[in-house]
Structures are given as C-alpha cells and as structure tokens.
C-alpha cells in the first residue's frame, strides 16, 4: 500500500526558510514523478513542484522559481521541498502526491488530478 506522510511545516517570518519532507512507502523512488502541491484556506489545490526521480527532472510554479528546490534521498526513500525566502502568500498546507499518470512530470505544474496517494500535508505559516 502506497503511504506519503509530510512533515517539516510550521511557522516562520517572511525571508525564512523550511524544509518539507515526503516519506514514502510502498514504492522505491526509481522511477516516479513525485509532486508538491498546496492549498491556502478558501483557495484550490495548486501544484507547486514536481520531480521525476528517474532523471531527477524538475518543474517549479512561477510562483516558487528560484525560491523552492525538490530533491530525493534514496537512502531515506523521502522527497524533500527546500524553501527559502518564505513570502506570506506561502501559507497554506502542503502535500506531497505520487502520479498516476506516467512516471515523468508533465512540462507544466502538476495538477492535483493527476497524482495519488495523498497523506494529512503539513502547515507551513509565514507571518512576522
């Protein structure tokens, strides 16, 4: 069975940083296109950034280019979403997914519809 638990949230200043963690079970991380998404009170679930682990390919939202880096780490079978310069507009809770549409990431921002097994995310809140 497929089981994604995110940690790492919690609450910083603008100009911050955090690190999220995406444990996955169930799968080894060989060939998989491994999601971030987020979704902020009132507002839809956007994609955020997405990995193929195959050839450690990325796609990054506008909104997080530059700021945000997703990497893996075998070792641990985790997916990490480092986050620098934490902006308010970053609150929200974040969740990583598996997709279920092909092992690549697509050449845009993942859409929710397309990924599975989705865990209980973690708050991230940027305020001063």
């Known amino acids: 069975q497929v089981r994604l638990v995110e940690s790492g949230g919690g609450l910083v200043q603008p100009g911050g940083s955090l690190r999220l963690s995406c444990a996955i079970s169930?799968?080894?991380?060989?060939?998989?296109?491994i999601g971030w998404f987020r979704q902020a009170p009132g507002k839809e679930r956007e994609g955020v950034s997405c990995?193929?682990?195959?050839?450690?390919?990325?796609v990054y939202a506008d909104s997080v280019k530059g700021r945000f880096t997703i990497s893996r780490d075998n070792t641990e079978n985790t997916v990490y979403l480092q986050m620098h310069n934490l902006k308010p507009e970053d609150t929200a809770v974040y969740y990583c997914?598996?997709?279920?549409?092909?092992?690549?990431?697509?050449?845009?921002?993942?859409?929710?519809?397309?990924?599975?097994?989705w865990g209980q995310g973690t708050q991230v809140t940027v305020s001063s």
């Open positions: 997914a598996v997709r279920n549409t092909g092992y690549y990431c697509s050449a845009y921002t993942p859409s929710p519809d397309e990924y599975e097994g």
């Open positions: 169930g799968l080894t991380l060989g060939n998989l296109a």
């Open positions: 990995l193929t682990t195959s050839n450690r390919n990325t």
